[in-house]
């Protein structure tokens, strides 16, 4: 399974080099050049995966001869379960806090440019922040493949599925962990399965969140890690885990701005695995009767050794340092919009909190709360019933998420495993089998810690998905041993114990599945049973058009609701804060409208107010509809302006502007809602 985790990081870490290059160059992403880039990615990721091919273990060989009934039955659920995800994606439209005004608009403007390039837009004194620091900020890969997907497949309905290619990377990235850590291979397998009941993983399905892409990521890059420092241990570096290694830390550094601390500590550990084999080998030879040549192999062994990390350190910034380059040109800081400084000294501009961009940071009740109150509250899924029910459904939720399987069987697994790898390293010679797992899942749980440690904000479950990364690994291999001990009362308490944990694990994904509909948002937990997923709502999601009502149900038959469905170009005025009002961004941009609907930006205080500006702004956009707050006066010159409106939920109005005017009509029917 390693080689294949290998080929597909290869093969995500070529689709985001291909495109970024071709748009250095201005060449548009054409449908015909999207497929070209997945299939030349998919080719290479498959050469690179065979190359890796490697002999099995006389076991390994055994269940593969045999076809083991247990391997397909799991094979089978998986893909099943996969294919429900992916189901779900194409069933409900993304209605996601941040999916909506930050990640989906941003993959829009792309799209209408044909290339990923710097954002750009009118001035305006609300949008103008947002675009510069959330739209053109942080690293971008997950979108950026979503964006080529879109290109290749033509189909936007799945704009928001772009969690869902990169969800195998973390099922294949816990079976190589789980199978260096000493599990065989159905446990192995069952332990990568686990990782698609997730509760945050489902929830996010249907969103353009990138918290379930990146943990996957993670996960891949900490396999891959792993794997280099056990064969560093017993040799030469391993050139031909290189390009697969320097992809996924490459990766790893596009998918998110923490993508930073993954790759630094991994460097780090590939580095003091490298260091402590050369002087184990090499410490003792020196005063040898052939000491000069002993000296000298070790002298190129450090010599090859540097040379791996310089090479794995440029592919990765080969394939995920764009976004740092392009921030520190534009903004004179690679992290934009996070900066940093160092005893007080501001070395690169920016917020220098990056938890302090997540809002809220905590759930209700827990801001004076110790950050270890807080991880545990997380960990517990908030202690009651009613936080576990609101969290296991909520894609962004600051009381769980991470469900039980987390708390039940990964926890008390790391616990048992970690104990039984000391005693085993301690206990084995240096070249044993026994020795080699033991150190992989030692080598695992100190990079998951140190990771743990330093990734802000924790405490919050999307942000933390990845510690599966050991979580799973470590129940694969109690499993495995529970299955493997003689008959007897810790064996059947033990097995007990492993039973319940995966019944709890899928009945937990049950529930989150079945209630992504209903119980998504508070709208729609007061519209009654019929709002959750139905026979009827699943047969019928696949003729349905774009559901507006959504986020708001009472957009559905308004005047909006026809403007969302086109895609006619459309303005937006500056919005307050309140229920997130922003999100309405994010209905402009999808379905139909993807990549085709232009959307402008109107200012209040430099355009609105100004007559020439004003009838320039609208008459060369060709501007037929802008939407407006409810809660903010409109300007009186722009009130004239405007030849119909409507008011729609309560949150918004549209103003609506004749291609010819109109006479006699100007300001009679706005001159109620002017503000002074």
Known sequence: MLRWLGGGLVFFGLCQALPLLGGLFRLPLTSGLGIAVLITSGLAGVLYARGLSSPCSKRDCRYRRSGDPVIRVILVLGGLWYLLLWFLAYLLPDSSWDGLWYHNPTIHFWALSGRVHWITADYSSYWTAIIDSFWNG???????????????????????????????????????????????????????????????????????????????????????????????????????????????????????????????????????????????????????????????????????????????????????????????????????????????????????????????????????????????????????????????????????????LWLLGCLPAIVWSLAAAVGKYRRSAYFSSGRSTAQALICLALTVMALFVIIPRNHIARFSIWIYGLGLPAFAVTAARISSVRNSPPRLVGKIW???????????????FANQRGLRLPEYRRAGPDSGLSLKRIISGWGDDYPTGYVWPRLEGSRLEDLIAGQEPAALGGFTDAVGKNRIVGHLTQDRAFGKRPIYFLDRETVADDPDRLRDFLSSRDIRYLIWDTDIPIPRLLARRVDDWHRVNGLFYLLEFFPEPVNGRSGSLCSGLAGP
Request: with cysteine; aromatic share 10%; net charge positive.
């Open 138 to 404: 942080y690293p971008k890969a997950v979108e950026l493949f979503g964006f080529v997907l879109i290109r290749a497949g033509g189909l936007p309905r799945l704009l928001n599925s772009i969690n869902l290619p990169w969800l195998p990377l973390g099922v294949a990235g816990i079976f190589c962990l789980a199978r260096m850590a000493g599990a065989d291979i159905r446990w192995s397998a069952v332990a990568g399965f686990l990782f698609l009941l997730i509760p945050v993983n489902i929830t996010q399905t249907p969103t353009t969140y990138v918290d379930t892409a990146a943990a996957s990521v993670f996960i891949a890059g900490l396999a891959m890690t792993v794997a280099t420092v056990g064969r560093v241990t017993s040799g030469n570096p391993p050139w031909k885990l290189l390009p697969a290694l320097g992809c996924g830390l490459g990766l790893a550094l596009g998918v998110k701005g923490t993508g930073v601390a993954v790759l630094a500590v991994n460097m780090s550990v590939i580095a003091v695995g490298m260091i402590v084999t050369r002087r184990k080998r090499f410490g003792n030879v020196v005063g040898a009767r052939d000491g000069k040549a002993a000296d000298r192999k070790g002298r190129n062994r450090l010599r090859d050794s540097l040379a791996f990390l310089l090479s794995v350190m440029a592919i990765a910034l080969a394939v995920g340092g764009y976004w740092y380059l392009r921030n520190f040109l534009h903004t004179g800081s690679p992290l934009h919009p996070v900066g940093f400084a160092v005893a007080g000294y501001r070395i690169f501009p920016g917020v220098l909190d990056p938890g302090s961009l997540v809002v809220p940071a905590y759930a209700p009740g827990t801001g004076e709360w110790s950050q270890l109150s807080r991880v545990l509250f997380t960990w517990g899924q908030g202690w009651s019933y009613g936080h576990w029910k609101e969290a296991v459904v909520s894609y962004t939720s600051r009381q769980g998420g991470l469900g039980y």
């Open 498 to 512: 492993v039973a319940a944990v995966v019944v709890i694990a899928i009945l937990e994904a049950g529930y989150v």
